[in-house]
């Protein structure tokens, strides 16, 4: 499955962004789906994901209250909604699918990636 991410920005903190990330030619209906991010210098940390049914979502500490990962009816596009961002939220998102997932929050468990979205947060 082909991911496109888009949807970053730039937004003051205490601002909202919703990137979202889109399947070409198929749906994410039978994919554990989730959003990684990688800040300059730092490695890729885990920040949300959805298991492969859609019925459970798991989420970062750093994040948790903070973004919800969901779907759209069709199944073929995957948000983001970050609220109340922060400077340390800055750093590029992708998108990510693992077939038949559980929805795990190591990279590794994922076998396609979108090539990501730059967020920047200003203070």
């Known amino acids: 499955v082909q991911l496109q991410a888009s949807g970053g920005g730039l937004v003051q903190a205490g601002g909202s962004l919703r990137p979202s990330c889109a399947a070409s030619?198929?749906?994410?209906?039978?994919?554990?789906m989730a959003w990684f991010r990688q800040a300059p210098g730092k490695e890729r940390e885990f920040v949300a994901a959805m298991n492969w049914s859609g019925g459970t979502t798991y989420y970062a500490d750093s994040v948790k209250g903070r973004c919800t990962i969901s779907t759209n009816n069709a199944k073929d596009t995957v948000y983001l909604q970050m609220n109340s961002l922060k400077p340390e939220d800055t750093a590029v998102y992708f998108c990510?699918?693992?077939?038949w997932g559980s929805g795990a929050s190591a990279a590794n468990a994922y076998n396609y990636w979108g090539q990501g979205t730059q967020v920047t947060v200003s203070s």
């Open positions: 030619g198929r749906t994410f209906s039978s994919y554990a």
């Open positions: 990510a699918a693992d077939r």
